[in-house]
């Protein structure tokens, strides 16, 4: 399962990044179906899956499995706490849910929202990438979805260019073509070998 680590200053950034793109949010895009959201400074792991209109959360305390979560996707864009089998408030599980949602989004849309600054030529000052679209950096087991460019905080992928040689998940996406053509592409397994799981990470200071 693909893994998500969150320190108290990433969750408050993705709660701006919500703030100013909610209606992105409310799309309630799911571009990974499984993943393990870790939260080191309070020692809680919430394992999520999506399937279909249910969203569950399988919440722990250190070792301690403290029960699930779920809620049902209503039409409006919104959820709908459907059931807790945990100790937790309904603030503390709304809590939950708005920090997987904002993830998601953020994954999905982020790299859109940014403003970047425009050059002489009016075209607009992009960071240097691969031809893929990543950045030039060494390989590593850990994929960074924001990175800092100038002042900028980016919302995007930093990690090595080369594919792994394992099978590993793709997460779900937009796909641009040329023609202005937009598809989305569901989650997909890629590669041969044996399963190799991603960790990602907030707020990796780029080049």
């Not at 039409?75 to 408030?89: Q, V």
Request: charged share 30%.
């Amino acid at each position: 399962m693909n893994k998500v680590i969150l320190k108290t200053e990433d969750i408050e950034y993705l709660l701006k990044w919500r703030d100013r793109h909610t209606d992105l949010v409310r799309q309630s895009p799911c571009p990974m179906k499984s993943c393990q959201l870790r939260f080191p400074d309070v020692d809680t792991i919430v394992n999520a899956h999506a399937d279909g209109s249910t969203i569950r959360f399988d919440v722990m305390f250190g070792s301690e499995p403290i029960g699930r979560v779920e809620f049902e996707k209503t039409i409006f864009g919104m959820c709908k706490l459907k059931k807790n089998k945990t100790k937790l408030k309904n603030d503390g599980v709304q809590g939950i849910l708005t920090v997987y949602s904002s993830l998601m989004a953020l994954l999905v849309y982020g790299r859109s929202t940014v403003d970047y600054p425009l050059l002489e030529d009016g075209k607009k000052k992009r960071p240097t990438t691969h031809r893929n679209g990543h950045k030039n950096v060494r390989s590593s087991d850990t994929t960074y979805i924001l990175t800092r460019v100038g002042n900028e905080l980016l919302p995007a992928i930093k990690g090595s260019h080369r594919s792994p040689s394992c099978t590993f998940s793709v997460r779900g996406h937009y796909r641009h073509y040329k023609n202005g053509k937009v598809v989305w592409i569901h989650e997909y397994v890629k590669g041969e070998g044996k399963q190799k799981d991603k960790t990602y990470k907030v707020g990796k200071k780029g080049e």
